[in-house]
């Protein structure tokens, strides 16, 4: 008996040596959240040229990034040896000016800092996309030849994939439009386009398939103006209808039954937020304390009223510089503006892992369109929407690259944020203008990147759907995490799954940030720890796909990993 017993005490304090149990937010006697410090970030130069124009990118789970310009544009920066049709491209006269012997689109490898040539069929100027369930890019529209065509780019991990190009087309022309995933399975919306005021769904259930007129984009449109209201912003409530921001209006839309659900109070200050006004737009941080029912919108910058024709008589208005919240659930809605620190448009927003939005690429003054914007806007912004209002916004480490129009950014899995595009020209022009066809491919690093946070930063990160289903997690159900930290925990540790965005034109289509229930945690004394997750209630909460899982910890955020959530 007396031996049963001394077996049992070394048991439990081995146990208890081994293992202590840890609240999913606070970490006994740790230390807080890290301050930013003052410090700006770093910007990196990755590659002097490209090939193409980055006038549109998507981060895919195979970690690797698809650029593409439009086609149309006659010769890029990456010639090739033969045509897709496997005719060799030569040095005659004629071969040089083919544009079919140049790439107009690439895929970009981020762990060996290489691209790859892409085949476009027609042309995808001003056009749109969003991601499947199964990780497949659906791109539609463009301009031309493009105007109606959807697109597929099924990533692939070895560099066999390329563009592929659907049978069905489109029912109207899609010109600037905007795509956003919608909660039923594998279905995207499409909206707008350049004098074209309805919606339709892809992928096409039969050919037949038509659009939908929608009152509010003809309501919006400012004929004079160029429309200042293409590219709309569009954002998934998690009651599943489909907020619409178009130039300075915006409406909850159900686009089940063709229906305007709520029509919420004009954004003050004069001047347009949508494209040629070129303003951008997130949807803030879901989080699971509220069951992700609190569902808050963010539009910046823009144009200046009459700013687009003022920059076809050479003259370039200040863009705006301010900001305005509202939250669109609830029966009480109000924007809630602030001020950027100066006048921004033609910039992309972006959630990084810990909440905060990066406010990066741009001008200061004019509008969208071919060289009508000056004054590059070098220097990213920082917002935490968190902190009081007047404390929101911090100025970060400035560029020397001018990324204006054409231009996108995309976050990263490593935290970065990788930069490219900018060409106001129709052609690709290196010389004698002010702001050069760009090909430079950037990242710019916030300053939870810097070595000094290595020991707070969480590694070796892993996913365990559990049940022996390899493929996902289920709507509501638990998987497994584990990941390795040193010895200064925080008080503070969070996880959030990120939505990768279809970029461009200062719109990231289908971005969304969440934040985790985490409902277990345990930490050895090695430093793993093992947390028992809860994946979103709903697809309309998080429609289905992949997702980039990144633990924070105290402001320090992981090398994220991709989760995939499945409909039941």
Not at 188 to 193: H, N
Not at 529 to 546: C, Q, T, W
Request: net charge positive.
């Amino acid at each position: 008996m007396a031996h049963h017993n001394h077996f049992l005490i070394a048991i439990k304090s081995m146990i208890t040596a081994l293992f202590f149990t840890l609240h999913c937010i606070e970490f006994s006697g740790a230390v807080g959240r890290f301050s930013a410090g003052g410090r700006k970030g770093q910007w990196q130069l990755l590659l002097n040229n490209t090939g193409v124009v980055a006038m549109h990118m998507a981060l895919t789970h195979d970690n690797t990034v698809v650029i593409f310009d439009q086609t149309e544009a006659g010769l890029s920066g990456y010639r090739l040896r033969r045509r897709h049709n496997g005719n060799r491209c030569t040095e005659s006269r004629d071969d040089l000016a083919d544009s079919s012997c140049y790439a107009h689109s690439v895929e970009y490898d981020i762990s060996s800092n290489k691209v790859r040539p892409l085949r476009l069929y027609t042309d995808t100027w001003c056009s749109s996309g969003s991601f499947l369930s199964n990780g497949t890019l659906l791109q539609t529209g463009g301009y031309g030849s493009g105007t109606r065509r959807i697109r597929y780019f099924k990533p692939c991990g070895d560099g066999q994939c390329d563009w592929r190009q659907s049978e069905r087309s489109l029912a109207d022309d899609r010109w600037y439009a905007s795509n956003q995933l919608l909660p039923e399975h594998d279905r995207i919306i499409v909206v707008g386009g350049r004098r074209t005021f309805t919606y339709e769904f892809v992928p096409k259930m039969s050919s037949n398939e038509g659009s939908h007129d929608l009152s509010f984009l003809h309501q919006t449109y400012d004929r004079s103006q160029g429309g200042n209201n293409l590219y709309p912003f569009l954002h998934l409530s998690s009651d599943g209808n489909l907020f619409i921001f178009a130039n300075r209006d915006s409406i909850l839309f159900n686009y089940r039954s063709n229906t305007v659900v709520k029509t919420f109070p004009r954004i003050p200050s004069d001047g347009s937020r949508n494209y040629p006004g070129s303003g951008s737009s997130v949807i803030l941080p879901l989080d699971h304390t509220n069951n992700f029912q609190r569902v808050e919108v963010m539009v910046c910058g823009g144009a200046a009223s009459g700013a687009h024709r003022a920059a076809g008589q050479n003259r370039f208005l200040k863009g705006l510089s301010s900001c305005g919240r509202m939250v669109i659930t609830g029966n009480r809605h109000k924007w809630n503006m602030e001020n950027m620190p100066g006048s921004r448009l033609l910039s992309d927003m972006l959630i990084l892992p810990t909440g905060n939005v990066l406010i990066i690429n741009g001008a200061k003054r004019g509008s969208g369109g071919w060289n009508n914007a000056r004054n590059a806007s070098l220097q990213p912004y920082l917002y935490n929407p968190n902190h009081k209002l007047g404390k929101r916004f911090s100025v970060l480490k400035s560029t020397k690259i001018a990324r204006m129009y054409h231009s996108s950014a995309i976050l990263l899995p490593d935290g970065r944020v990788l930069v490219g595009g900018g060409n106001p020209h129709e052609s690709y022009t290196f010389s004698n203008v002010a702001y050069p066809t760009e090909l430079r491919l950037q990242a710019f690093a916030p300053h939870y990147m810097g070595r000094q946070y290595h020991t707070y930063r969480p590694i070796n990160l892993t996913i365990n759907y559990g049940h022996g289903d390899l493929s996902g997690v289920r709507y509501g159900g638990d998987f497994n995490v584990s990941f390795w930290l040193g010895r200064k925990p925080s008080k503070v540790v969070e996880f959030s799954a990120y939505a990768p965005p279809f970029t461009t034109h200062s719109i990231s289509m289908n971005q969304r940030l969440l934040k985790l229930r985490c409902k277990r945690l345990v930490r050895a004394e090695s430093g793993l720890v093992h947390a028992v997750l809860e994946a979103p209630p709903s697809p309309n909460v998080a429609p289905s796909g992949y997702y980039m899982l990144t633990v924070v910890n105290g402001g320090i955020p992981s090398i994220s990993q991709w989760v995939r959530f499945l409909h039941q």
